[in-house]
C-alpha cells in the first residue's frame, strides 16, 4: 500500500518542483541504502528509479534545454550552499538548538539515546532520525545548484525539519524540563536561537536587517491590520482611471495585472512579448517599478532610452513601490506596509495621443 502511495506522491511533487522533487528522492535513496538496505526492497526501489526516469523523461529533457542557465555553475555553488545553510539556520532548524541538543547528549546519552547501539541495523527512531537528517542534507545539497537563494527550494523538506525540531526539544525536556521548555518556548515565539548566525553570517542576497523578531507576533499583526502592497494600488486605480483595450506595460508584476485586469493589454519584464515590436514605449500606461532584479532593470532600460516623457503625466498613488506584494519568502515577507520606500509611480499617456 505504501509503495503505490509512494509512486503517486513523488509523481505530484515533481510537477510541483523538480528540484524539491531530485532532493527528496535523492535523500530517500540515500537512506535506504546507507541504513535500511534490504535485497528484498531493492527490486521496488529500481522499479521506482526506472518508473520515474521513464514517466519524468519528457519534462527533464524540456527543463534541460529552457532551464539550462537556471542550473548554478561550479563558481556559485559554494556561495549559494552557504546561503542556504545560513537561512536554514534563521528559518528551520537554529543551530544553537543543535548545539543545545548535543551537549545535552554528550552529558546524558543513555537517557537521550536509549535504543542507540553500535549494531548497523539502526533501531526504527534512530532509523527514521537518519532518514530527516539525510533529507535534509540531500536537499540542501541539491537547492545550491539553483542560480540563487530562494527558501521556497527548502519546503519539501519543512516537515522534516519540524520533526528534528522536536525531537531536539522533547529529547531537552527529558533530560531538563526547564531547559525543554525554554528551548521550545524560544523556538516558537522567537529568532534568539538563530540570531547568532544571522548575525555574524549574512546572505549575499535578499539579506535584512538583523535583529531579534518573532516571527509568530508578525503574522499576528499583519492578519488584525490592513497591508498596502503596490499591486493592489496598481490594479485600484487602474480599474478606476482605465478604459478597456488600453496597453499597460510594467516593469514586474505583470502576472497578477493579467489576473484581475483581463480587460487590459499587458505587458512585463517576464512576459516574454517582443518589446519592438509591440511598441510598448508609446503604451497607454508605463509602471517602470522599483527594480531589483536584472530583468526588470533592462525593461526599464529598454523604455528609459525610448519614452518620450513630453507625452506622459506622471502620477503617484499612495503605495510603496515594494519589489513584491506579499510574498512568502521569509527573508523578503513583510508584516506591514513598508514605510521606507518610494510610491508606486504610474505614467499615463495623455489624452488626445495614440500609440
Not at 509512494?6 to 540515500?30: E, K, P
Not at 534490504?38 to 523523461?57: C, G, N, P, Q, T
Not at 537518519?130 to 541539491?142: D, G, M, Q, T
Request: glycine residues 6%.
Amino acid at each position: 500500500g505504501y509503495f503505490w502511495l509512494f509512486l503517486a506522491s513523488q509523481l505530484f511533487l515533481f510537477h510541483c518542483n523538480y528540484l524539491i522533487w531530485a532532493g527528496v528522492c535523492a535523500g530517500i535513496a540515500l537512506h535506504f541504502f546507507l541504513c535500511s538496505f534490504d535485497k528484498k526492497r531493492l527490486e521496488s526501489l529500481a522499479f521506482l528509479a526506472v518508473y520515474a526516469v521513464m514517466f519524468h523523461l519528457p519534462w527533464m529533457l524540456m527543463f534541460s534545454k529552457k532551464s539550462a542557465g537556471d542550473i548554478s555553475g561550479p563558481e556559485n555553488y559554494l556561495k549559494n550552499l552557504r546561503n542556504f545553510l545560513i537561512g536554514f539556520n534563521n528559518n528551520l532548524v537554529p543551530l544553537a538548538l543543535v548545539l543545545l541538543f548535543v551537549a545535552a547528549a554528550s552529558i546524558r546519552r543513555k537517557k537521550l539515546f536509549p535504543l542507540a547501539g553500535r549494531d548497523l541495523k539502526y533501531s526504527l527512531p534512530v532509523n527514521r532520525g537518519a532518514l530527516i537528517v539525510i533529507l535534509l542534507a540531500a536537499n540542501l545539497a541539491l537547492s545550491a545548484l539553483s542560480t540563487g537563494y530562494f527558501f521556497r527550494y527548502l519546503v519539501g523538506v519543512i516537515p522534516a525539519a519540524v520533526c528534528l525540531n522536536a525531537v531536539m526539544v522533547l529529547a531537552l525536556f527529558d533530560a531538563q524540563k526547564v531547559l525543554g521548555a525554554a528551548a521550545g518556548i524560544l523556538l516558537v515565539t522567537t529568532n534568539l536561537l538563530s540570531y547568532p548566525i544571522e548575525a555574524n553570517f549574512r546572505l549575499t542576497v535578499w539579506d535584512r536587517k538583523p535583529g531579534l523578531r518573532s516571527m509568530l507576533a508578525g503574522y499576528g499583526y499583519e492578519l488584525t491590520h490592513e497591508y498596502r502592497g503596490p499591486i493592489r494600488g496598481i490594479v485600484e486605480y487602474l480599474r478606476r482611471e482605465s478604459r478597456p483595450g488600453q496597453r499597460v506595460a510594467i516593469a514586474y508584476g505583470e502576472a497578477p495585472l493579467m489576473y484581475y485586469l483581463p480587460e487590459l493589454r499587458i505587458f512585463g519584464a517576464l512576459a516574454g512579448e517582443n518589446w519592438a515590436a509591440e511598441s510598448i514605449e508609446k503604451a497607454d500606461w508605463i509602471i517602470p517599478r522599483q527594480y531589483t532584479m536584472v530583468s526588470m532593470k533592462a525593461f526599464n532600460e529598454y523604455l528609459a532610452a525610448r519614452v518620450n516623457m513630453a507625452e506622459y503625466d506622471k502620477i503617484e498613488i499612495d503605495y510603496p513601490d515594494y519589489t513584491f506584494e506579499n510574498i512568502p519568502e521569509p527573508e523578503m515577507h513583510l508584516f506591514r506596509t513598508a514605510g521606507d520606500r518610494r510610491k508606486v509611480m504610474i505614467l499615463r499617456r495623455k489624452d488626445g495621443l495614440t500609440a
